[in-house]
């Protein structure tokens, strides 16, 4: 699946808020309700981020 420029920037910044937060991928996963894997491909832009995942973040 081929993700638009502004959906890799938009990922880019999840990364950044989480790095903000002082939050490892593991710690921001729980506090979203999903595994460390499905957090990690949403920030890495493998999968596509949901409204109930933008809702939870």
Partial sequence: MEYTDRYKAFCKR???YRKLMDYD???M???V???T???SNR???RSM???I???NF
């Fill in 14 to 16: 999840m990364s950044i």
């Fill in 25 to 27: 991928q593991a710690k």
């Fill in 29 to 31: 996963a729980v506090r």
């Fill in 33 to 35: 309700g999903m595994t």
């Fill in 37 to 39: 894997p499905e957090y």
């Fill in 43 to 45: 920030e890495a832009g």
């Fill in 49 to 51: 981020v949901s409204g």
């Fill in 53 to 55: 995942d933008l809702r």
